[in-house]
C-alpha cells in the first residue's frame, strides 16, 4: 500500500527564487500593520468616537478597493509574469496599460459615488439607532475626502504585482516604507498643530500619501520598462 515518506529538497526549481522574494514581501505586510497600529493609535487619542468613525470609514472605502483594485491586479499577475522577460516588454507595458484602464474605469464611477452618496450610504450601512447625527457627518466628511484617492489606492494594487511580476519585491517595500514615514509625519503634525480638526487631516494625509506611493510606483515603474502611459498607448488600449 502506500506510505508516506516526507521529502524536503532545496533544488526544486523556483524555490530559491520564493524563499529571495519572501523577506521584502513579509516586511511589506508588517510596515501595513504598523500602519493600522499608529492609526488606531492616533484615532483613539482624538476621543470622541474618532476610532469608530475612522474605521467605518475605512469599511467604506476599502469595498471598490476590494472589489476592483485587488482582484484585476491578482488576475493579472500570472499573465504579467509571463510578459516580464526583456524580449516581451511592449507585451507587458500594454497588458499592464490595459488592466490600469480597467481600474480606472471601474474605480473613478465608484468614487464619484461615494463622494455624491456619502451621508445616505453612511446612514444606510451603519445603522441610525446606534450611530449619531454627529458621527454620521463626521464619518461622512473623512469618506468624502478618502474616497478621493480610492482609484489611486486601486491602482497601486496593480503595480505592487506589477513589481511582483519582474521579481521585485524590494522596490514597493521601501516605497511603502518611505509612504508610511510621510503619513506618521503628517498625522502626527496635524493631531499636534490642528487638534480641532485631527479626523479631516487624517483623511487628508491618507488620501495625499495614496497619491504619493502611486507618483512613486509610476515613476520607478517607467524607469524599469519605459513608457506604460504614453498617449499613444493608452488610446490603442481604451
Same mark, same amino acid.
Given at each position: ?26 516586511? +511589506?505586510?508588517? =510596515?501595513?500593520? /504598523?500602519?493600522? &497600529?499608529?492609526?488606531? *493609535? #492616533?484615532?483613539?487619542? !482624538? @476621543?470622541?468616537? %474618532?476610532?469608530?468613525? +475612522?474605521?467605518? =470609514?475605512?469599511? /467604506?472605502?476599502? &469595498?471598490?478597493?476590494? *472589489? #476592483?483594485?485587488?482582484? !484585476? @491586479?491578482?488576475? %493579472? ?162
Amino acid at each position: 500500500g502506500y506510505k508516506f515518506r516526507p521529502s524536503f529538497d532545496w533544488h526544486v526549481p523556483g524555490f530559491s527564487s520564493i524563499i529571495k522574494l519572501m523577506p521584502a514581501r513579509t516586511l +511589506t505586510l508588517a =510596515a501595513g500593520e /504598523l500602519r493600522v &497600529l499608529a492609526l488606531t *493609535f #492616533f484615532t483613539t487619542s !482624538i @476621543g470622541n468616537l %474618532s476610532f469608530l468613525i +475612522t474605521r467605518y =470609514a475605512l469599511l /467604506l472605502i476599502t &469595498l471598490p478597493i476590494r *472589489f #476592483f483594485g485587488v482582484p !484585476i @491586479g491578482q488576475a %493579472s499577475l500570472p499573465f504579467l509574469s509571463e510578459q516580464s522577460e526583456d524580449n516581451e516588454r511592449d507585451t507587458f507595458r500594454k497588458l499592464l496599460t490595459q488592466s490600469l484602464n480597467q481600474i480606472a474605469f471601474l474605480a473613478m464611477p465608484s468614487s464619484i459615488l461615494i463622494v455624491i452618496l456619502r451621508v445616505p450610504l453612511v446612514r444606510i450601512l451603519f445603522g441610525t439607532a446606534n450611530f449619531p447625527w454627529d458621527a454620521t457627518l463626521s464619518t461622512a466628511k473623512m469618506v468624502g475626502i478618502i474616497a478621493v484617492s480610492i482609484t489611486a489606492q486601486a491602482m497601486v494594487q496593480l503595480l505592487i504585482r506589477a513589481f511582483f511580476a519582474l521579481k521585485d519585491t524590494w522596490t514597493p517595500l521601501l516605497i511603502g516604507l518611505l509612504d508610511l514615514v510621510i503619513f506618521l509625519v503628517a498625522v502626527f503634525a496635524i493631531n499636534y498643530f490642528f487638534p480641532a480638526s485631527a479626523l479631516e487631516g487624517i483623511a487628508w494625509a491618507m488620501s495625499i500619501a495614496a497619491f504619493i506611493e502611486l507618483f512613486m510606483m509610476v515613476w520607478l515603474l517607467h524607469r524599469r520598462i519605459g513608457a506604460f502611459l504614453s498617449p499613444s498607448l493608452l488610446i490603442s488600449q481604451g
